[in-house]
């Protein structure tokens, strides 16, 4: 990945011009501003001050990204809906969703691996996803959603704590924990979950720091 350190070359731009105040371009570290200058694939433009990243080159990334979280809200809700995993303990045969495990792991006195499993496997994810609907549907109309900034800060806040690793090493603890009580038999939600997986991955290679392009995109 080649590294673009061009913005010093050009002056400074005028403030009375209008179209190059619009290609304007902050550090979000250290507020240096820079003239925004079009960059090839897979370029990066960082901050010669603080070497933070401006910005690269993924035009309209966003306008991508509606149809990922709209699949993955569905695949969520059908994961949690349905039975995760069929147990059969001596004859007897239960099933149980996610929250129903959660539910079993606090009941059992696990209550940091239920905390943790609830965390990574349904609080943070959804969180994510409910925040980027919040951003993606009004952005799709070409409408500025209320708390804008907020929010974006708020996805990148949570991102760490949604990482798909830790969203399997979730589900891992939960089945390896009921599989020592009963026979475990997949559910219809494993598949969906496993789905999950395959989308929340796509989604989460998005950076959400792409999102700031569309304040350039749509003035208020
Ligand atoms: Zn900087």
Do not use: I, K
């Given at each position: 990945m080649s590294e673009a350190?061009?913005?010093?070359?050009r002056p400074q731009p005028q403030p009375q011009d209008p179209a190059a105040l619009a290609r304007l371009v902050a550090c979000e570290y250290c507020d240096a501003v820079y003239q925004r200058e079009p960059l090839a694939d897979g370029e990066r433009a960082l901050c010669l001050?603080?070497?933070?990243?401006?910005?690269?080159?993924?035009?309209?990334?966003?306008?991508?990204l509606l149809p990922l979280v709209l699949a993955a809200l569905i695949l969520f809700a059908v994961s949690n809906a349905y039975p995760i995993v069929e147990m059969d303990l001596k004859g007897v045969r239960t099933e149980t969703t996610l929250w129903g495990a959660v539910r079993a792991l606090y009941a059992d006195h696990m209550e940091l691996v239920a905390m943790l499993v609830f965390a990574t496997t349904i609080l943070f994810p959804l969180t994510e996803m409910l925040m980027m609907l919040y951003l993606l549907v009004p952005m799709a109309r070409h409408r500025m959603p209320a708390g804008f900034e907020r929010i974006v800060r708020g996805i990148r806040q949570t991102r760490p704590w949604g990482m798909i690793e830790v969203f399997m090493i979730g589900v891992l603890v939960t089945l390896v924990k009921l599989s020592t009580m009963a026979q475990v038999l997949p559910g219809v939600a494993l598949w969906s979950f496993g789905a999950l997986v395959v989308v929340l991955a796509a989604m989460l290679?998005?950076?959400?720091?792409?999102?700031?392009d569309y304040l350039d995109e749509e003035p208020r």
């Open positions: 350190r061009r913005d010093d070359a001050r603080c070497g933070g990243q401006l910005y690269r080159e993924s035009t309209r990334a966003y306008a991508r290679s998005f950076d959400p720091r792409n999102l700031w």
